[in-house]
T-cell receptor, first 113, second 114 residues
């Protein structure tokens, strides 16, 4: 089954404790992306990657890091989480073809206290 | 840069009534347009998309949308809604070249009332 998986699905942590949210896709997609979803703000892009070793900032990259060492994986790293990073995070992927169809993971709800 | 405005943050509607969710976009270049749906506690799922061709686009679950270039709109419609359509709906836009990222609107919460 074609899918994007994220782990963990729920995470409660404390300010300053480094964490990583993993994202993996099994569709051989070149493009992967991270979004955060906040009430009243919709989805805002954090980082995206057009292929292995190619990453770029989205609209709200501050406080986040990413890496793309393998095509299937695109982890999101919070080196020193703060309460304003409490949010619902989505990973997405798509092929760089004419379909433009983006597939989303189930989401990771992060709470930073 | 592209931007999207979803004109209604919440839309309550009775079951079997028609619904229209409004979306306007802003762009200086040609665009592709999308509607996504997010059911409670789930990720986003593509409902429909406009890339080219007919301006009336049909999607899954009986939804359709019409691309209106002169009014820069891409409103989503369904002639008769069901309880199961209760969800949040997002309009999104991207440039039609260069594989640029999707820009999302803030979402419209559709509540279908029995």
């Amino acid at each position: 089954e074609a899918q994007v998986t994220q782990n963990p699905r729920y995470l409660i942590t404390v300010t300053g404790k480094k964490l990583t949210v993993t994202c993996s896709q099994n569709m051989n997609h070149e493009y992967m992306s991270w979004y955060r979803q906040d009430p009243g703000l919709g989805l805002r892009q954090i980082y995206y990657s057009m292929n292995v070793e190619v990453t770029d900032k989205g609209d709200v990259p501050e406080g986040y890091k990413v890496s793309r060492k393998e095509k299937r994986n695109f982890p999101l790293i919070l080196e020193s989480p703060s309460p304003n990073q409490t949010s619902l995070y989505f990973c997405a992927s798509r092929a760089l073809d004419s379909s433009y169809e983006q597939y989303f993971g189930p989401g990771t709800r992060l709470t930073v206290t | 840069a592209q931007s999207v405005t979803q004109l209604d943050s919440q839309v309550p509607v009775f079951e079997e009534a028609p619904v229209e969710l409004r979306c306007n976009y802003s762009s200086s270049v040609s665009v592709y347009l999308f509607w996504y749906v997010q059911y409670p506690n789930q990720g986003l799922q593509l409902l429909l998309k406009y890339l080219s061709g007919s301006t009336l686009v049909k999607g899954i679950n009986g939804f359709e949308a019409e691309f209106n270039k002169s009014q820069t709109s891409f409103h989503l419609r369904k002639p008769s809604v069901h309880i199961s359509d209760t969800a949040e709906y997002f309009c999104a836009v991207t440039r039609n070249s260069g594989n640029t990222p999707l820009v999302f609107g803030k979402g419209t919460r559709l509540s279908v009332i029995a």
